[in-house]
């Protein structure tokens, strides 16, 4: 049963996906007075398509044992590593809304007791709160750097086969901290 919903949320990611890319390259045929912004809808695409496939990744996932395994992660940490690995990832989390900040308690004095209760307590709505509040730009700035890494040329067709395998580095950078 989990492999059909997990198929069934990758077809529905990838039809909006679709959609969405179909809209904003469609933006560029219609007449308007307003002038087309390429990098509006460039982080528009990105950002959208991204969040649309962590979406999806949560709504399949066992989210209690992904919950259970890092916070036995956190419990195994002493405190300066915990220090050391949330500085990292606290630089990230700069991208969100202040209100998601303020709203889920993210802020630079974070220790790991209260890291461990947020995660204790976080839902899968919380979760999908917090990914649409991370601005398109944010993602866009973070995918453009996982290009350059990869050595890509973007200024051939953005493919979801691109897009896939961002998501699959950023799953793999979520599963190791």
């Given at each position: 049963?989990?492999?059909?919903?997990?198929?069934?949320?990758?077809?529905?990611?990838?039809?909006?996906?679709?959609?969405?890319?179909?809209?904003?390259?469609?933006?560029?045929?219609?007449?308007?007075?307003?002038?087309?912004?390429?990098?509006?809808?460039?982080?528009?695409?990105?950002?959208?398509?991204?969040?649309?496939?962590?979406?999806?990744?949560?709504a399949?996932?066992?989210?209690?044992?992904?919950?259970?395994?890092?916070?036995?992660?956190?419990?195994?940490?002493?405190?300066?590593?915990?220090k050391?690995?949330?500085?990292?990832?606290?630089?990230?989390?700069?991208?969100?809304?202040?209100?998601?900040?303020?709203?889920?308690?993210?802020?630079?004095?974070?220790?790991?007791?209260?890291?461990?209760?947020?995660?204790?307590?976080?839902t899968?709505?919380?979760?999908?709160?917090?990914?649409?509040?991370?601005?398109?730009?944010?993602?866009?700035?973070?995918?453009?750097?996982?290009?350059?890494?990869?050595?890509?040329?973007?200024?051939q067709?953005?493919?979801?086969?691109?897009i896939?395998?961002?998501w699959?580095?950023?799953?793999?950078?979520?599963?190791?901290?």
């Amino acid at each position: 049963m989990n492999q059909t919903r997990a198929y069934a949320t990758t077809f529905i990611a990838i039809i909006l996906s679709l959609f969405l890319a179909h809209e904003v390259m469609g933006a560029t045929e219609r007449k308007t007075t307003d002038p087309f912004d390429a990098q509006k809808a460039k982080e528009l695409l990105v950002g959208q398509t991204v969040k649309i496939f962590a979406k999806g990744y949560i709504a399949v996932t066992d989210i209690d044992k992904v919950k259970q395994t890092n916070i036995a992660k956190l419990q195994k940490m002493d405190d300066q590593e915990f220090k050391r690995k949330y500085a990292a990832i606290y630089r990230d989390m700069n991208g969100l809304s202040p209100e998601t900040k303020a709203t889920y308690g993210i802020n630079d004095k974070m220790n790991r007791s209260t890291a461990i209760e947020k995660i204790r307590l976080a839902t899968k709505d919380d979760l999908y709160t917090i990914i649409d509040s991370i601005p398109d730009a944010f993602i866009t700035k973070h995918f453009g750097a996982y290009v350059a890494e990869k050595g890509l040329d973007l200024k051939q067709s953005l493919s979801a086969k691109e897009i896939k395998r961002f998501w699959k580095n950023i799953r793999k950078k979520i599963e190791t901290e």
